[in-house]
């Protein structure tokens, strides 16, 4: 359905590549990942950018205020305004060091907030309160 949409409206603009063992060194090599969804939960794929260093435009909603939210000067826009997204997108794109510098900071936030160590010790905590 999702590819007889995109037949139809952007017809030879869109590839779907199905499924894809080289996911992170193709994100990782992203000038920058939008997140547009305003219903989503915790997103692995902003997480996996953030992982990776790469700056991430998303909707102020859902999980986004939750990752890219947790760093100074986040790449957040009101759900629905495409203009705002999209004059976020221009300014990272024109400046490259702060693309940089912003992706670092998520990279940062990754590790101390989402990394598979923290989420485990967040977890066995939970799990002992219970007890």
């Not at 700056?55 to 203009?83: I, K, R, S």
């Amino acid at each position: 359905m999702l590819e007889a949409l995109a037949a139809r409206l952007v017809p030879g603009q869109v590839r779907f590549l199905g499924h894809r063992a080289d996911v992170p060194q193709r994100m990782a090599r992203a000038a920058m990942v939008l997140a547009s969804c305003k219903v989503e939960g915790l997103g692995l794929s902003v997480v996996e950018a953030m992982a990776l260093g790469v700056p991430v435009v998303a909707a102020a909603a859902g999980g986004h205020l939750e990752t890219v939210g947790g760093v100074a000067d986040a790449a957040l826009f009101a759900p629905d305004d495409e203009h705002e997204a999209g004059g976020l997108l221009r300014e990272l794109a024109a400046d490259p060091q702060r693309r940089a510098d912003y992706g670092a900071r998520l990279r940062e936030y990754q590790r101390a907030e989402f990394a598979l160590p923290e989420q485990a010790s967040r977890t066995e905590k939970v799990y002992r309160s219970l007890l």
